[in-house]
C-alpha cells in the first residue's frame, strides 16, 4: 500500500520556522520526483517546491524562493520542507506529492501572531 505521511506542521509566529517531513512506504521512492502543494483557505493547490529523484536538483515558487529548502533522504525514504522566514500568507495545508499519482494527507500550517 502507497503511504506518504506529512509530519511537523504547526502554528508558528510570522518570521517563524518549520520543517516538514514526508515519510514514503509502499513505493520505490527513490525512483520519484518528489514535490510540494499546498493549498490555502479558499483557493486553489499551489505548487510550492520539487526535487528530482537522486535530489540534485530542486525548483521553487517564486512566492517561497529564497525562504524554502527542499530536501530528500533516500535511505530514510523521506522528503523535507525547511520553511524559513515564515510569512502569514504561507497559511495552508502542505501536501507532498510523489511523481503524478501518490498524494499524502496533509499537514496544516499556520503563521499568526
Known amino acids: 500500500e502507497v503511504q506518504l505521511v506529512e509530519s511537523g506542521g504547526g502554528m508558528v509566529q510570522p518570521g517563524g520556522s518549520l520543517r516538514l517531513s514526508c515519510a514514503a512506504s509502499?513505493?520505490?521512492?527513490?525512483?520519484?520526483?518528489m514535490s510540494w502543494v499546498r493549498q490555502a483557505p479558499g483557493k486553489g493547490p499551489e505548487w510550492v517546491s520539487a526535487i528530482n529523484t537522486g535530489g540534485g536538483s530542486t525548483y521553487y515558487a517564486d512566492s517561497v524562493k529564497g525562504r524554502f529548502t527542499i530536501s530528500r533522504d533516500n535511505a530514510k525514504n523521506t522528503v523535507y520542507l525547511q520553511m524559513n522566514s515564515l510569512k502569514p500568507e504561507d497559511t495552508a495545508i502542505y501536501y507532498c506529492?510523489?511523481?503524478?499519482?501518490?498524494w499524502g494527507q496533509g499537514t496544516q500550517v499556520t503563521v499568526s501572531s
Open positions: 509502499g513505493f520505490t521512492f527513490s525512483s520519484y520526483d
Open positions: 506529492k510523489a511523481g503524478n499519482g501518490y
